[in-house]
């Protein structure tokens, strides 16, 4: 017979050999991680989905003037350089109306004041307005800016703020309209769409009254005309029309459009209203294929 200490010694060997026998087996059988981050769900990539991809992720060719930096864009005529911008095309009338997201037009004016509660110096910024009428009688600045927007209602989306000022211990009432996404905007605004100022607009910086709604917020998305992509894919065979006609981008009122960065002034059903500090204005319509002209030399009449 063997002895207790031969016994225990082969048991704790044939224990190492069955341990070194399973470890081999769950090495083949079991693949290591990729990942120390187990748990962690990968995020999929929308555009693997057959998702077209929005003109603002990619580059979609324009056509620059010679002379211009070259886009690295094979295969092209050489008459033409490309910018990789879609919002800066040369022409207004490239583009077409995707879509537009606006709410209901006003039936009346939204008019607040003379009493209002503004905020505390310091807890707020000052917003952009137009000043478009001062009387001393209240009821006549009131009686104003019914006429007011009853004359222009159509590209109505602000506030009417009477604000009460003393001059020559006399009150006055200033009528403000606003307010406005920038500077730019309201002066555009006024020269383009408010004629009888005679272009003396004056803009002026106050507090947002707590009554005041929210303005100046519609959208649009905006894509290539049709005269545009038949010209790029003329000109590039390698181009997927598919996803040229679907490309589009974003824009709200008071953004820029175009080389010659016209304002956006309004948006509604009818379209977009672009205009210039030299008083032109050019609609982007929504219900037809703007023709490939210069917007520049087409005024649209309001």
């Known amino acids: 017979m063997h002895s207790p200490k031969t016994a225990r010694a082969f048991y704790l060997l044939l224990g190492a050999l069955t341990l070194i026998f399973n470890t081999a087996l769950l090495a083949q059988t079991v693949k290591p991680a990729t990942s120390s ?20 992720y990619g580059a979609v060719p324009v056509a620059k003037a ?9 295969g092209t005529d050489s008459n033409y350089q490309y910018d990789e911008d879609f919002a800066k095309l040369p022409d207004l009338r490239n583009y077409r109306v995707l879509s537009i997201t606006t709410k209901n037009p006003a039936k009346k ?12 110096l310091g807890t707020s910024a000052r917003k952009v307005y137009l000043r478009i009428h001062s009387n001393t009688n209240l009821l006549m600045a009131k009686q104003y800016v019914w006429d007011f927007f009853e004359l222009h209602k159509n590209y109505i989306d602000a506030n009417f703020v009477i604000r009460k000022e003393l ?4 009150a006055v009432y200033r009528v403000d309209m606003g307010p406005f996404t920038s500077e730019r905007h309201a002066q555009t605004f006024c020269t383009v769409l408010i004629p009888e100022l005679s272009n003396n607009c004056t803009i002026i910086k106050e507090f947002q009254s707590h009554p005041e709604h929210s303005t100046f917020r519609n959208t649009a ?22 996803n040229l006609y679907s490309s589009g981008f974003d824009v709200a009122e008071g953004d820029t459009l175009g080389k010659s960065n016209f304002v956006i002034l309004k948006i509604n059903n009818r379209g977009i209203y672009l205009g210039n500090e030299a008083g032109k204005l050019f609609l982007l319509p929504a219900d037809i294929i703007p023709s490939p002209y210069a917007g ?5 009449e309001k």
């Open 296 to 300: 520049d030399d087409a005024p649209s």
């Open 221 to 242: 998305a905006v894509g290539l005309s049709n005269s545009m992509i038949q010209q790029l894919l003329s000109i590039n065979k390698n181009q997927d029309a598919g």
């Open 109 to 120: 004016p939204e008019l607040f004041g003379p009493d209002l509660t503004m905020p505390a």
């Open 37 to 56: 981050k187990s748990d962690e769900i990968p995020i999929v990539d929308p555009f693997a989905r057959n998702v077209n991809r929005p003109a603002q």
């Open 66 to 74: 010679r002379g211009e930096k070259k886009g690295e864009f094979a």
């Open 167 to 170: 001059e020559a211990k006399q």
